[in-house]
């Protein structure tokens, strides 16, 4: 399974989360995802059933990769798709100016939230 086996990859290379939040799709409420969450130790959150509005933030990146993104472009191949969409990511973390965000990026406010002997060095 495509979730499972994404879902070991990032343990292994980032560790086990906490938590883990998704919506109720099937992929998440199978019986070997979660024993993969469980074997882990990491706490299960579900959204509510067709409640897009509990995880809006979410939401609303996805619809900011479609739009800026996938539906501008025509992939070559899985191997293109993965590269175009790693860049993306990266403009939209360091490059992209978020009005949430009083026009900074996800990376100038997530460092800014830091204390400041955190950002000596």
């Not at 993969?36 to 409640?51: A, C, E, F, H």
């Not at 360091?94 to 026009?103: A, I």
Request: negative net charge; contains cysteine.
């Amino acid at each position: 399974d495509f979730c499972i086996s994404v879902l070991n990859e990032a343990i292994e290379k980032y560790g086990s989360p906490e938590i883990l939040n998704t919506d109720q799709g099937s992929q998440f409420t199978s019986d070997a995802f979660i024993d993969v969450l469980k074997s882990n130790g990491i706490q299960i959150s579900m959204d509510g059933k067709g409640r897009w509005v509990d995880n809006v933030m979410v939401e609303r990146l996805w619809r900011s990769v479609k739009y800026e993104e996938v539906y501008l472009k025509a992939y070559s191949s899985v191997t293109d798709a993965k590269k175009q969409l790693s860049a993306y990511f990266e403009f939209y973390n360091l490059k992209r100016p978020h009005s949430s965000l009083d026009k900074m990026t996800p990376n100038e406010f997530y460092y800014d939230q830091l204390p400041q002997q955190n950002k000596v060095a």
